[in-house]
């Protein structure tokens, strides 16, 4: 008898509520108590380090019955630690049939790992219909409904190219040069990261070629460094003027076709050779070489010569030293007065010992006569 009398009070009570509803159409909304919480697809949080690290996903709250109802939104799951999550309403009253939109904002930090993903779970709950309170609403009334969804964050790359030696390179025809290098992955997530000569297609145009190829690649963890690389240009191997181009590494990332690349610009300088003919196959001579081998062939004329006259010399003061030839002296004359100059006269003395008989001509004029 208890459970009939529950059973009999609990359906004048549904019928009290549903006498005001009892002259609304048969086209109209539900009579009972609903709500109705449907959001957009789940987030995908750009935190590049340029970025504002913010997204919003738009949600939608309805009433499908025919009675007012006060709604209330409230936050059931959020495990984000490096990012917040907030509403930007949390209530609604709404007429029958209405419907309301509201924000989901998720503000963050930049560089977040692309392997971080929070999960949410929102619930829309009716606080009142119909004017009464939802307190003096039977449990059978009671009414909701959730959303759950996923914040995840967008990958992108970010590459730095690391080469220590930056100068220019001189180089000479069939010359090969090697660049040595390494890349580091300031993206967030493992990335594929190459390394290429940019500008190939001018250099092999005007003549270089790449032995060790144009391109290197090699997976690269999260913040992480790539082994030692290497690649190499050779000049080509005929070169009719000086040359000098730019050669253009660059690193890129393969997860992002939109990251900026990291790039290190060398300049190649070639020289080409001279083209002044050689004598009997020899190279031609730079200026500077042909002063210097100019110099060098006047200094040993120069020494011959000395040698010549020194040899001269030595010739000419032999016969002086046989006994026989002292028998004639020249006479000196202390009386006579002397007319020519004291440095004329200390050659004379000098070189008087050298005459076979005495003679008024300079010692040095006979040596040059009889050369």
């Known amino acids: 008898m208890a459970i009939m009398k529950r059973g009999v009070i609990f359906s004048l009570v549904v019928v ?22 449907t959001c957009g697809s789940d987030p995908s949080m750009d935190v590049r380090p340029t970025s504002d690290a913010e997204i919003s996903v738009q949600c939608t709250v309805k009433n499908p019955t025919a ?28 007429g029958a049939g209405d419907e309301e ?28 219909w119909n004017g009464v309170p939802w307190g003096q609403l039977p449990e059978q009334l009671a009414t909701n409904d959730t959303h759950i969804g996923k914040l995840k964050i967008e990958t992108y790359g970010m590459v730095e190219l690391l080469l220590s030696d930056v100068t220019t390179r001189y180089m000479e025809p069939s010359d090969e040069v090697e660049f040595t290098f390494q890349v580091t992955n300031k993206g967030n997530d493992l990335d594929k990261l190459e390394v290429l000569f940019a500008n190939s297609a001018e250099l092999e145009a005007a003549g270089f070629s790449f032995p060790s190829g ?25 070169v009719t003027e000086d040359l000098r181009m730019p050669l253009i590494i660059r690193a890129q990332s393969d997860n992002d076709a939109t990251a900026e690349f990291s790039e290190i610009t060398i300049q190649l300088d070639i020289e080409a050779p001279s083209q002044s003919g050689g004598i009997d196959g020899l190279d031609s001579l730079s200026s500077d070489d042909s002063l210097l081998y100019i110099s060098i062939g006047g200094g040993v004329i120069l020494l011959v010569l000395f040698l010549v ?10 016969p002086n030293q046989n006994p026989s030839a002292n028998i004639q002296q020249p006479i000196i004359l202390p009386d006579e007065p002397e007319f020519e100059d004291d440095f004329g006269s200390d050659l004379d003395d000098m ?4 005459d076979d008989e005495p003679q008024e001509s300079d010692e040095f004029d006979d040596l040059f006569d009889d050369l």
């Open 214 to 238: 144009k391109m290197v690649s090699e997976n690269v963890a999260y913040q992480g460094t790539s082994g030692v690389k290497t690649l190499s240009v050779r000049s080509p191997s005929e």
């Open 67 to 94: 009675s007012s109802e006060d709604i209330s939104i409230t936050t059931l799951e959020w495990d984000g630690v490096l990012v917040e999550m907030a509403l930007s309403e949390d209530s609604f009253s709404l």
């Open 101 to 128: 939109n509201f924000d989901i904002t998720f503000t963050g930090q930049t560089k977040i790992p692309a392997t971080t993903e929070y999960s949410f779970e929102i619930e829309a709950k009716v606080d009142a």
């Open 351 to 354: 070189f008087s010992d050298l």
């Open 309 to 318: 006259v020194l040899i001269r010399v030595v010739t000419k003061k032999k």
């Open 16 to 37: 009290l509520f549903l006498v005001p509803l009892l002259s609304v159409p048969a086209s109209a909304q539900n009579p009972l108590p609903a709500v109705e919480l």
